[in-house]
């Protein structure tokens, strides 16, 4: 056997007398190092912040939009089919020239989770093609009755960002859907702005994609 190779575990001496004695002892040594240490016991949400969990932590979904406003969720049902608690409720509705929520035909009219059922597998992610369905790591998920544990579409969907215009308006008339779901698309266009401008004079998103129109 050469020296680069680790020993298998047939080829390896059985521990002596001296290591099945201490054996015990090195697997309580965590418990032993911390046993004389003070607990440290955080008072959330009575007072400070309880630490931010890790960056890959499984909490509350988020149904993303694309950089010019349009939703990427096109109500395919993926997520709920993949689903092993049935926890996803999806169903889709027509897009249409006067209502383009998403980039496509169809788009996630009602949307829904049960967080009762919801065991936060990560399996709805994995199964969605357009990437609409991400997970966040707000883990803060109370409530004081069962109905207001099922989170509808308004609730999971990701807040409007600087230079997006609110939906529904038309796809940028020089991209395709492949364009946006490949990334192409970095913001709303200037025909999509005046679009809003006459149908919606007064929403609130018209000023910064105003500014943030991308040609």
Not at 125 to 152: D, G, S
Request: aromatic letters at 10%.
């Amino acid at each position: 056997m050469s020296k680069k190779q680790k020993p298998l575990v047939a080829d390896r001496k059985e521990k002596g007398f001296i290591g099945v004695g201490l054996a015990p002892w090195a697997g309580f040594g965590v418990t032993l190092r911390t046993f004389f240490e003070k607990p440290v016991t955080e008072q959330y949400p009575f007072r400070g912040k309880f630490p931010p969990p890790f960056p890959r932590y499984h909490g509350r979904h988020q149904l993303n939009r694309y950089p010019d406003g349009l939703e990427k969720c096109v109500g395919c049902e993926l997520c709920a089919w993949a689903c092993p608690a049935d926890a996803i409720f999806v169903e889709a509705g027509a897009n249409t020239p006067d209502a383009q929520y998403s980039a496509g035909e169809r788009y996630g009219r009602v949307y829904q989770i049960n967080y009762l059922r919801c065991v936060f597998c990560g399996m709805c992610i994995e199964a969605c093609p357009t990437r609409a369905l991400t997970m966040t790591t707000n883990y803060e998920l109370a409530a004081p009755n069962r109905e207001q544990m099922i989170y509808t579409k308004d609730q999971l969907l990701a807040p409007m960002e600087q230079g997006m215009l609110a939906a529904p308006h038309p796809m940028r008339q020089d991209a395709t859907t492949a364009d946006y779901y490949s990334g192409q698309v970095q913001g709303p266009s200037p025909e999509q702005v005046e679009w809003v401008r006459t149908n919606r004079p007064e929403d609130p998103s018209l000023s910064g994609a105003e500014r943030g129109a991308v040609r």
